[in-house]
Nanobody
Framework: QVQLVESGGGLVQAGGSLRLSCAAS????????MGWFRQAPRKEREFVAA????????NYADDLKGRFTISRDNAKNTVYLQMNSLKPDDTAVYYC????????????????????WGQGTQVTVSS
């Protein structure tokens, strides 16, 4: 088992930035590929970004490339999501996810790929 706890959400004005953190505990964190998803009010949950267990490979939703950056610090068992130039449409609950993997460069973008989920952190962007 692995436990995921997100933090860093909050209220920010459009154009601002936030950095979300996700602290993992339990099994060996470095063997997990990680991801971020989000769910806006009255919308389906969607993929945001993913990072391989080594941190060497990343993937982003097409419309978020250039504004969001995912990274991880395996020494701290933490994955980050840096969000810049935020828009009201980015308002959502953001979820951290984890998938055990033996492949250090594999990244995953489907919700069904991830057996472990955090409780979510709210991000609200005001116009």
């Amino acid at each position: 088992q692995v436990q995921l706890v997100e933090s860093g959400g909050g209220l920010v004005q459009a154009g601002g930035s936030l950095r979300l953190s996700c602290a993992a505990s339990g099994r060996t964190y470095s063997n997990f590929a990680m991801g971020w998803f989000r769910q806006a009010p009255r919308k389906e949950r969607e993929f945001v970004a993913a990072v391989s267990s080594s941190g060497g490979a990343t993937n982003y939703a097409d419309d978020l490339k250039g504004r969001f950056t995912i990274s991880r610090d395996n020494a701290k068992n933490t994955v980050y999501l840096q969000m810049n130039s935020l828009k009201p449409d980015d308002t959502a609950v953001y979820y951290c996810t984890a998938r055990p993997t033996q492949y250090v460069s594999s990244i995953y973008s489907q919700q069904s790929d991830y057996p472990y989920w955090g409780q979510g952190t709210q991000v609200t962007v005001s116009s």
